[in-house]
């Protein structure tokens, strides 16, 4: 199979194959020689290969990602002869992955736009490390939860799922083993791990509210059950086992159904028609304190002020100032950047409209802040000889493309956005690591902005800073209060 390199956008290689042209009958007959068992448990094994992965992987020279692999298994489903015995070879199972491969690109080439095909291919290819997006996850709902907020996020996740947070935290790190898994005998014996009592179902709860059955697995939704049920009940029991076999296509999208999945699942309890969403204002709060708790850990040589109130109104300036000697960097936070439509099809009309609503306002709260130091403001007074300003929009959510494609989306209503850069808070969990033992954050967003102005910080990683190490410091020791054994 060839792979062709023509070109990259924005620090993006972008990579064509050829794939596997086929018709429905063809498919069907060959999908029809496997046992579903086996061919299940071949193309889940494959998940490992991109669980803290950074680069393309491929399966004998064809690439593929979290979707193909979820598309893979859909084939199976529909497809494979749960009466046959055979299992596939290593060249059935790359034909396999390349059929996928082909049903995906059909699914992409529906798109005119070749940006919102790189938009739809970014939230297919990309995925943050376990350590980033579990700790965090655990930090907003411990420490940075304020604890003035009426919501308690851990007795909601709680109510929600059945099990406590760190229980659903560690089933889920104990389903990627071997891309399947069946239900815990003998809880009770763990329960000295966790501190808490376990019931004998807790794990056989956590499968039922994180999976999907074949039936609804195939639906057409946005997102993807796929996404929303990351784990497939089979409904089968294989020869000499006692219970029905689960399997786990994908590792990243379980990760990010057991944090941010979680997060969207106690949202919606608390919408209420067109009201104001309590869980999301107080969430917040929350990451807001968050972003804070990670400037002060790390940012020792800077003098750091949280958002001021100004004038006869009482109005807010932006979240953070970050002040060394006379250079300043604004930086204000928002939890969301675009949504489930933007995400997963791709369409722009629905990613403008996300932005304008969440990042558009930060902007807007930038160039404010901008003028009342301008403008001599009095209670900024302190920044008025700040000579060079360097501006930072955080969001929680996971925004790709967003110096790209998102700032050209924006620039019509804002003008020039070549002095702002949007972060994602991995990005910038990656970012204060990274600038910590020089503390020269102010020096790698000066290389950023005239240098790299379209490229995100995860390609700027990857081109200036090759040889970086994210020993994740801040994050290490949360991880090591999910799962204390294995704290370093």
Not at 204 to 230: C, E, G, H, M, R
Not at 285 to 310: N, Q
Not at 353 to 380: M, P, S, W, Y
Request: glycine content about 4%.
């Amino acid at each position: 199979m060839e792979i062709f390199c023509p070109g990259s956008f924005c620090g993006k290689n972008i990579v064509v194959t050829e794939t596997r042209k086929i018709t429905e009958k063809e498919c069907q007959k060959f999908f029809a020689q496997f046992n579903f068992l086996e061919l299940a448990r071949e193309i889940c094994k494959l998940s490992l290969k991109l669980f803290l992965s950074e680069k393309i992987e491929n399966f004998g020279g064809v690439p593929f990602n979290d979707r193909t692999l979820c598309e893979a298994l859909s084939l199976s489903i529909k497809y494979a002869n749960n009466e046959k015995l055979v299992a596939p070879s290593e060249e059935s199972l790359k034909e396999v992955v390349r059929i996928a491969l082909s049903e995906e690109e059909q699914e992409l080439l529906k798109h005119s736009d070749a940006l919102e095909m790189m938009t739809r291919i970014a939230y297919d290819q990309f995925h943050e490390s376990p350590i980033h997006v579990l700790s965090r996850a655990w930090c907003l709902f411990t420490d940075a939860w304020p604890s003035s907020n009426t919501i308690k996020p851990l007795e909601e996740i709680e109510m929600t799922v059945g099990l406590s947070y760190k229980s659903v935290l560690y089933f889920t790190l104990a389903s990627f083993a071997d891309g399947y898994v069946f239900p815990y005998k003998q809880l009770s014996e763990l329960s000295s791990f966790f501190g808490e009592y376990l019931k004998e179902d807790a794990h056989q709860q956590f499968l039922n509210y994180f999976s999907s059955t074949k039936a609804d697995w195939l639906k057409k939704t946005i997102p993807p059950i796929y996404v929303s049920k990351p784990i497939l009940n089979s409904g089968e029991v294989p020869d000499g086992k006692e219970s029905v076999v689960y399997f786990v296509p994908s590792v990243n999208y379980l990760l990010a159904r057991v944090t941010t999945g979680i997060y969207h699942d106690i949202s919606d309890r608390y919408s209420r028609g067109t009201g104001e969403n309590l869980f999301r204002v107080e969430f917040g709060y929350a990451f807001e304190k968050y972003v804070g708790m990670l400037l002060e850990f790390y940012l020792k040589s800077f003098e750091i002020s949280k958002e001021i109130v100004y004038g006869k109104q009482q109005k807010k300036t932006v979240d953070y100032f970050l002040k060394k000697d006379k250079e300043l960097v604004l930086v204000e936070v928002k939890q969301s950047g675009i949504f489930a439509n933007a995400k997963y099809l791709g369409d722009h009309h629905c990613a403008l409209n996300d932005l304008k609503k969440n990042v558009g306002k930060a902007i807007k709260q930038i160039r404010t802040t901008q003028n009342l130091i301008k403008n001599g403001q009095a209670e900024l007074s302190a920044y008025k000889e700040c000579s060079v300003v360097h501006n930072l929009i955080v969001v929680n959510d996971r925004l790709y493309n967003a110096n790209s494609i998102c700032k050209d989306l924006l620039k019509p209503e804002h003008g020039d956005l070549s002095d702002i850069s949007f972060i994602n808070i991995s990005e910038l969990e990656s970012l204060l690591e990274i600038q910590d033992e020089n503390q020269d954050l102010l020096e790698i967003l000066k290389n950023k902005v005239e240098h790299f102005p379209s490229y995100d910080f995860n390609e700027l990683w990857s081109h200036e800073y090759k040889e970086r190490t994210d020993g994740a410091r801040f994050l290490r020791k949360y991880y090591g209060q999910i799962f204390p054994e294995r704290e370093s």
